[in-house]
């Protein structure tokens, strides 16, 4: 699988709700950051099929999806993450990012569940080839 082959992949998704289309947008990010990364000569390519490889590439040095979340390496902002993720509806009830998402998260919280659903989407994609299972 080559690196066009997995964003084309991605792009073929096609997620049903707001949550699904804010994971594929981190995919997508993702997969520009990996593309960074085999352009620059820091991941091969051939790696892609390699989840181990994979992971700690897409990870950039964080131990986890919640570390690299909360670490800055993705989206700082509540309010950029409820509007990627959320729905209107949700978007309504949380005012936009102001209040918490629910009383046992914060939004980078939230967004660290997005970013591991995101990155399993990619490694299942890498793994099939960007074949579809529907």
């Given amino acids: 699988m080559t690196i066009n082959e997995l964003k084309q992949a991605i792009a073929n998704e096609k997620p049903r709700s707001a949550w699904g289309r804010g994971v594929k947008g981190y995919a997508e990010g993702l997969a520009e950051e990996l593309e960074e990364a085999i352009q620059g000569?820091?991941?091969?390519e051939d790696k892609l099929t390699d989840r181990a490889a994979l992971k700690e590439q897409m990870l950039n040095g964080a131990k986890d999806w919640n570390q690299y979340s909360w670490g800055g390496s993705a989206w700082i902002?509540?309010?950029d993450i409820a509007e990627r993720l959320c729905s209107p509806s949700e978007l309504k009830k949380t005012n936009g990012g102001d209040r918490r998402p629910n009383r046992n998260e914060e939004w980078l919280d939230v967004q660290a569940r997005a970013l591991t659903q995101a990155?399993?989407?990619i490694m299942r994609l890498a793994r099939q080839g960007g074949r579809r299972n529907d």
């Fill in 41 to 44: 000569g820091y991941f091969a």
């Fill in 119 to 121: 990155a399993n989407m």
């Fill in 77 to 79: 902002y509540d309010s």
